[in-house]
């Protein structure tokens, strides 16, 4: 399971957790302008945007999970096992493989309406990358500043829908996901007016009973609604540091914890990393599972006009803070 999501204050952030029970050694990794995109069926992109994400490199090509070009749009693929169908090569149509699709959309666009326009001849062809890596069953979301929309290809063909919450977790299809939203909008910040009869007295013993209701499990439609209502009531301040604090703080709402998600004897799904972009800025913070300190990597301290990937190992281990020593202590 997966978390995607976007945020504006003065900027805009894009980022996701990443739930899994096991890693395929992902850095965070930027391509730069010159590195050429050969695309397996549509040539070759020489120059285009300079893209930052988290991938796993092999053959020397960025496997991307997530991502921000240097124009600010952001994609993320998430799971979307049983539904996701890629279809044979077809004629007329512009044929990109599953891994292609956010090089071959961040490499060229820097708007959702651009990407709309090009979605309408785009065909998800099923091509894997290779035996080690097969194709994945994934759904994209893709954000910029203003909008957000979801690309699905289901045996119906390429689905994209409007996202106006901003968020992507994964089963069901995403026309489901938004519409299971009615269910709770009775759901509210603020604290309850009881409405349930006029013949009992009621108390608001606690705070927080306005979202008495709001899911609290694991699964992909609870996520949805849960980070949907978070990110939605969200409110913080626009420094970089209120603004990555408030993002790690909606995606914290829907984390896995190791123990609650068995996904076969002994093992566990858990967050893996939690993403958070500033996607004008181009840097791309991220803590992992063990590690809750935030690191950074901006993207403008790279060369963009190289032809060469530049890669960062996570960093996975807690780094602690510690706010005394023995000299310290000792001079008090
Ligand atoms: C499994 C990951 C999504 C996390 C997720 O949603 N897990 C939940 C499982 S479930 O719904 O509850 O079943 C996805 C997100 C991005 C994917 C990776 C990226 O697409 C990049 C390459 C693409 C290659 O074709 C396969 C390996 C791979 C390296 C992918 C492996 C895996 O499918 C990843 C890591």
Redesign the pocket.
């Known amino acids: 399971?997966?978390t995607g999501a976007n945020y504006t204050t003065r900027d805009h952030y894009f980022g996701r957790n990443?739930?899994?029970e096991f890693s395929?050694n992902?850095t965070v990794t930027v391509t730069p302008r010159n590195f050429a995109f050969e695309f397996r069926k549509e040539g070759t992109l020489q120059t285009h945007h300079a893209i930052i994400g988290m991938?796993?490199i092999?053959d020397g090509y960025p496997?991307?999970?997530?991502a921000t070009n240097e124009k600010g749009l952001s994609m993320?693929?998430?799971?979307?096992?049983e539904n996701a169908d890629y279809k044979p090569e077809a004629e007329g149509k512009t044929n990109i493989?599953?891994?292609e699709f956010?090089p071959w959309v961040l490499g060229q666009f820097e708007t959702v309406a651009e990407v709309k326009v090009a979605l309408a001849t785009l065909n998800l062809v099923k091509i894997?990358?290779s035996e080690t890596?097969?194709?994945?069953?994934?759904h994209w979301i893709i954000s910029d500043r203003e909008t957000s929309i979801t690309v699905e290809s289901v045996r119906e063909g390429l689905k994209v829908y409007d996202n106006p919450v901003g968020v992507l977790?994964?089963?069901p299809t995403f026309d489901i996901q938004l519409f299971n939203l009615n269910n709770f909008m009775h759901l509210s910040k603020n604290p309850p007016t009881p409405q349930f009869s006029d013949e009992l007295e009621f108390d608001v013993y606690s705070r927080g009973m306005g979202a008495i209701g709001l899911p609290g499990d694991l699964s992909?439609a609870s996520r949805f609604v849960k980070a949907a209502f978070t990110k939605l009531n969200s409110v913080s301040g626009d420094s970089e540091s209120e603004s990555i604090s408030q993002f790690f703080q909606i995606l914290g709402s829907v984390a896995q914890q190791r123990g609650c998600?068995e996904?076969s004897p002994g093992k566990f799904?858990i967050t893996i990393y939690s993403s958070c972009c500033n996607t004008d800025k181009g840097i791309y913070y991220y803590t992992t599972y063990e590690n809750s300190q935030v690191t950074a990597v901006d993207m403008h301290n790279e060369d963009l006009d190289s032809a060469a990937l530049a890669d960062y190992p996570l960093i996975k281990e807690q780094q602690i803070h510690t706010a005394n020593n023995r000299a310290t202590a000792e001079s008090r």
Not at 133 to 138: C, V, W
């Open positions: 399971m997966c990443l739930d899994l395929y992902e991938a796993t092999a496997l991307y999970y997530d993320a693929g998430l799971n979307f096992p493989t599953p891994f956010i894997n990358f890596f097969p194709l994945s069953p994934l977790t994964n089963n992909s998600v996904v799904e």
